[in-house]
């Protein structure tokens, strides 16, 4: 009798790949955006809210998928409940949303790359980046393999290192006062956040690999965010506590900068920092165009359209062709881009509507609710609901 468990990863596997989908760029942008948006030391709290939320919405994301096992993840889970057009509609929100954050990564890899041409203006610099990234896509999934296998240390480095650095430096009078702006801000500052935990979902749909995956699926889901969030906490807690943050004078701030001002004698370590986080911003920004571009092709499958059959039939939508697509849309987010904050508040409002429209299909059954899983349902969609309501109100004062 064949063993259906031999070619199966493990929990510690399973975990690993879950940290690689949800670690990236977005953590060198929050200390910026941090202290710019108004909420101070308390931040640390802000990170201890999202890890909850995200805990409890991956976990019924788990359950979802051992539910559903099959390709269509967001428009899967959402028509069992709100039909076709509502599939569609949370499918969408996620593309649209994880789209529109790499613009934004785009813009801020302009930034970046500023430090080692700084002749050259930052949208440009920005422009040519998404063009070499599109390139690669297109040249295929095996470069793409060894290209994230290369980038998961670059994503890693920084991170520790910065973090090293800082509590070298750590002076605890920086976080007086802790809460400058209020209980309020902590949760308003999680449509920030939020930001650096996208990517967990990938690891949700890891059932048909994983050896017995209703019992380890959760299990790697569960340890792999309380990793990225302690790590996290630690490396923004390290940088309040070392950083006075009025040297954080725009959103956009690379943390580099910020530090050569704290350790200027270490001016070989700074630029190895600005190598290693423009890899990791690179890298996510490569993955998701990889990532999307399939789930693009997966979308238009769904469509009940003869035009959509006709267009996969006759080779006008394949994968390369859904790559050019997904790069067109981060182009015109990253030319469109004048408020770096409310584009991080779009995207937090459609992410997480596609996360929410997912899990409510869980409360249908009725096994759920004898088990009692649906509570980390219900507490999934409130602390959803929570940065889906902050998200909405910074766009209405943003816009208006």
């Not at 704290?262 to 890298?283: D, E, K, R």
């Not at 979308?299 to 697509?325: D, E, H, P, W």
Request: a positive charge; aromatic letters at 14%.
């Amino acid at each position: 009798m064949p063993n259906n468990n031999a070619n199966k990863i493990g929990v510690s596997t399973a975990t690993i790949i879950g940290i690689n989908a949800m670690i990236g760029a977005g953590i060198f942008t929050a200390p910026a955006l941090l202290a710019t948006a108004k909420i101070g030391p308390a931040a640390i709290l802000t990170y201890m809210f999202v890890v909850i939320s995200v805990w409890f919405i991956a976990q019924s994301l788990a359950r979802v998928a051992s539910k559903f096992p099959e390709e269509g993840s967001f428009y899967t889970y959402t028509k069992q409940w709100g039909g076709h057009i509502l599939g569609i509609i949370a499918s969408a929100s996620y593309l649209i949303g994880i789209l529109m954050a790499m613009g934004v990564l785009t813009a801020i890899a302009g930034r970046y790359l500023q430090y080692f041409f700084p002749g050259i203006q930052a949208n440009v610099l920005g422009l040519i980046a998404l063009g070499i990234i599109i390139f690669i896509n297109l040249l295929g999934v095996a470069l793409a393999q060894l290209g994230q296998r290369i980038l998961v240390f670059f994503t890693l480095f920084p991170i520790l290192t910065t973090t090293v650095m800082c509590l070298t430096r750590f002076n605890l009078s920086l976080f007086k006062p802790f809460m400058p702006y209020g209980v309020g801000s902590i949760f308003k500052a999680s449509r920030l956040v939020i930001f650096g935990f996208f990517g967990f979902e990938s690891a949700a749909s890891l059932f048909n690999i994983v050896k017995n995956p209703k019992k380890n699926v959760p299990k790697a889901l569960s340890y792999s965010i309380l990793a990225v969030g302690a790590l996290y906490i630690l490396f923004v807690g390290s940088i309040i506590g070392s950083t006075p943050i009025s040297l954080f004078t725009s959103p956009t701030m690379p943390v580099p900068q910020v530090l050569s001002h704290i350790f200027p004698g270490h001016q070989w370590l700074i630029t190895l920092l600005y190598i290693s986080i423009l890899s990791a911003i690179i890298g996510t920004i490569h993955s998701v165009i990889w990532s999307t571009s399939h789930f693009l092709v997966t979308l238009v499958k769904k469509l009940k359209s003869s035009t959509a059959k006709n267009m996969i039939a006759s080779g006008v939508i394949t994968q390369k062709i859904s790559v050019l697509i997904c790069g067109l849309f981060i182009l015109v987010s990253f030319l469109t881009i004048k408020n770096l904050d409310l584009f991080f508040y779009f995207a937090a409002l459609f992410i997480v509507f596609s996360y929410l429209t997912s899990i409510i299909t869980l409360l249908k059954f009725k096994e759920e609710w004898k088990s009692r899983q649906n509570i980390k349902t219900l507490l999934g969609i409130a602390t959803g609901f929570v940065i889906l309501f902050f998200a909405f109100e910074g766009i209405i004062k943003e816009l208006f």
